[in-house]
């Protein structure tokens, strides 16, 4: 069992950052692949991005590639996502999430952390 509770959302400027972050509970973080996902209000919830169990591979959606970088810290327990150049169309809940596999799928996660609004404002 694996719990995550993510921190660090809130407001910001178009063009401003964040960097939000995930930490987990349990032993065995290192063992899961990482995600971030997003749902903006009235739409789907969306892949962001992951990172393998080591951080060596990392893969992001088109539309924050360059912008956003997921990392993490096994010794933390933590994974993280900074995200730079926000804008309007970046204002979702963001989700981070443990797996088993290195997918873009939602389904291929076991654990959700309850999310963190960020709000970008124009």
């Known amino acids: 069992q694996v719990q995550l509770v993510e921190s660090g959302g809130g407001l910001v400027q178009a063009g401003g950052s964040l960097r939000l972050s995930c930490a987990a509970s349990g032993r065995t973080f290192s063992r899961y692949v990482m995600g971030w996902f997003r749902q903006a209000p009235g739409k789907e919830r969306e892949f962001v991005t992951i990172?393998?169990?080591?951080?060596?591979?990392?893969y992001y959606a088109e539309s924050v590639k360059g912008r956003f970088t997921i990392s993490r810290d096994n010794a933390k327990n933590t994974v993280y996502l900074q995200m730079n150049s926000l804008k309007p169309e970046d204002t979702a809940v963001y989700y981070c999430?443990?797996?088993?596999?290195?997918?873009?799928?939602?389904?291929?996660?076991?654990?959700w952390g309850q999310g963190t609004q960020v709000t970008v404002s124009s």
């Open positions: 990172i393998s169990r080591s951080g060596g591979s990392t």
């Open positions: 999430a443990a797996g088993g596999r290195y997918s873009s799928g939602s389904s291929g996660y076991d654990y």
